[in-house]
Each structure stands twice: as structure tokens, then as C-alpha cells.
């Protein structure tokens, strides 16, 4: 497997271990995407993801970093006992970054590749290991395969370099990604997942293990944890549908990238205007309301 420490150029369908900032990066010999891009461009558009595709587009975006993202990073490295970005984490010693001396640190850490959390950051992450070791089933389905490994693979289709990191790569054909999540009610779930297109992650996952290795997913989960306490955990089984739903829409998005990669036209949402007439709830209230002569 390519060194993690040294820039890689993979011309070669395989699983590689890289360190996250390789794998976001365009690290194949051709364009490259990962779920993410897929997801951004499926649920949002080709233009919300060209606008931020560094290492493709030259005039790309460069995004802040976010807290919550340093926190997801930090949760994964520490719960899956991933020594490499554990030793990359670096714990403020400030209350928050509004000073200037506050704000150089930051900086200087960013710079070293470290990801910054808090000490309160860091007893909510030991919360959560405890909340996930003590429900039943959840510290098997998260410890079985091989950590934090990259799948990259080229499309047979459209000839872009397909990129997918799962927690764990499975032995057994069980699939199961860690979420942490502001609630993990199972109603609000239900949309997040959809929202976020996490069944599209885990069935580019499965396509990936299927290909890469000849392995068929049985199960996919995804596992929730809260981020604040009572730090509760939902265990949550994608259906077979809704994982057939995913590759369909990981492929419609695939094929939107490869055009406009080649007509080098990113479309927002929509082009040109457009009539709104309402939701179907209010056009129905407005006619009752109608037909009883109160508007």
C-alpha cells in the first residue's frame, strides 16, 4: 500500500491507506469523487459542488474549518483508536478564539495538520465510547474489518476514479458507519438520513466492497450517537430499498459529474425563472378557507 506520508498518484483500483487530507484530495491520475461530492451534487447541485472542488476547479473556495467537522474528525480518530490522527489532534488551552494570541495558535496548529478540540470536546467524546460500548450489538458491529481504509476504484461508465472510506471494511458482508447527530430520535432520523444521503454513502460503500473485493453486503447500519448528553445511541438498519434507492441516485449524480466535467458547465438548480403555486397543504387550506368565506 502507498506510504501515507508521500503525495500518491493512484492509477491502480485497490484499498489504500491514506491519511484523510490525501483521500479528500484529488489523488488520482484522473478527476475523482467521493460520496461527498456525489451527495452535494445529488441533494444540492453540480455548481454547490464545483464551487468547492479544489484540486479541479482553479478557482475553488477555499471553506472554513469548522468545529464540527474538527469534532467528527477528533470522535473517529479517538473511538477507533486510529494512532496516526490521534497524534494529529492538539487540545486548546483556550476558552475560545477571539483573542489575538488565541487566534495565532489556532492558526499555527491548523498549519502542522492538527485538529483542534476542547477539553470539553474531549470528555464528551469519552461519554460517548462509554454510551456506545454499553448498548448491545453496537462495539461488535463498529470493531469488526479493517479501520479507516480508502476504496478507490474507476467507473466503468463515465472513467472517474470513485473514491469511498467506510469506518470499518467488513469481512462478513455486515457494512456499519458511526454518525455522531444533535438527536437521535428515530423520527428525526429517518429524515436526516435522506437529508444528509447517508444510504447513498454506505451503497457507494457496498458497490466499492463488491467490486474491490468480491464481497456481497448483506446489512448496512448506521450507528447514531448524540454529541451532547444524555449521549443516546440509535442502531438503525438500512433497508433493502432504500440501498438500491442510493446507488441509483450515486449513479445519476456520477453521470451529471462526467457531462460537466465535459461540456466544463456547472448548473445550479434551476436556469431561468420559475412559477411557484404553493405546497399542496396550503393551496387546500386556502380553499377551504375559501369555501367558507373566511379569506
Given at each position: 500500500m502507498p506510504d501515507s506520508a508521500k503525495p500518491v498518484l493512484i492509477d491502480k483500483p485497490g484499498i489504500y491507506d491514506l491519511d484523510m487530507d490525501t483521500y479528500h484530495s484529488q489523488c488520482c491520475d484522473g478527476p475523482s469523487i467521493s460520496s461527498g461530492g456525489l451527495r452535494k451534487i445529488e441533494n444540492e447541485s453540480p455548481a454547490h459542488f464545483w464551487c468547492q472542488a479544489t484540486g479541479l476547479n482553479p478557482e475553488a473556495i477555499e471553506q472554513p474549518r469548522k468545529a464540527a467537522f474538527e469534532f467528527g474528525k477528533a470522535v473517529h480518530a479517538l473511538?477507533?483508536?486510529?494512532?496516526?490522527?490521534?497524534?494529529?489532534?492538539?487540545?486548546?488551552?483556550?476558552?475560545?478564539?477571539?483573542?489575538?494570541?488565541?487566534?495565532?495558535?489556532?492558526e499555527e496548529q491548523w498549519a502542522e495538520?492538527?485538529?483542534?478540540?476542547?477539553?470539553?470536546?474531549?470528555?464528551?467524546?469519552?461519554?460517548?465510547?462509554?454510551?456506545?460500548?454499553?448498548?448491545?450489538?453496537?462495539?461488535?458491529?463498529?470493531?469488526?474489518?479493517?479501520?479507516?481504509?480508502?476504496m478507490i476504484w474507476k467507473d466503468a461508465e463515465t472513467g472517474i476514479w470513485l473514491k469511498s472510506r467506510p469506518d470499518r471494511i467488513p469481512?462478513?458482508?455486515?457494512?456499519?458507519?458511526?454518525?455522531?447527530?444533535?438527536?437521535?430520535?428515530?423520527?428525526?432520523l429517518n429524515g436526516d438520513i435522506i437529508k444528509r444521503g447517508y444510504h447513498m454513502q454506505l451503497a457507494l460503500a457496498a458497490d466499492a466492497l463488491k467490486i474491490l473485493t468480491g464481497q456481497d453486503v448483506t446489512d448496512a447500519w448506521l450507528v447514531f450517537v448524540e454529541k451532547t448528553a444524555p449521549f443516546a445511541v440509535t442502531t438503525v438498519r438500512l433497508g433493502d430499498e432504500l440501498m438500491d434507492m442510493g446507488k441509483r441516485q450515486c449513479r445519476r449524480a456520477l453521470r451529471k459529474f462526467a457531462d460537466c466535467l465535459k461540456e466544463n458547465d456547472w448548473p445550479a438548480y434551476v436556469e431561468g425563472p420559475i412559477t411557484l403555486h404553493g405546497p399542496k397543504w396550503f393551496t387546500e387550506k386556502c380553499n377551504k378557507e375559501l369555501e367558507a368565506n373566511l379569506l
Open positions: 473511538l477507533f483508536d486510529d494512532q496516526e490522527e490521534i497524534s494529529r489532534l492538539a487540545i486548546s488551552p483556550f476558552e475560545s478564539f477571539r483573542t489575538n494570541d488565541a487566534k495565532a495558535w489556532r495538520g492538527r485538529t483542534i478540540i476542547t477539553e470539553d470536546d474531549f470528555a464528551a467524546i469519552k461519554s460517548m465510547h462509554d454510551a456506545l460500548a454499553a448498548e448491545s450489538g453496537v462495539p461488535e458491529l463498529l470493531t469488526a474489518g479493517e479501520p479507516e481504509k480508502s469481512t462478513d458482508g455486515v457494512l456499519a458507519d458511526l454518525k455522531t447527530c444533535a438527536s437521535a430520535d428515530p423520527h428525526i
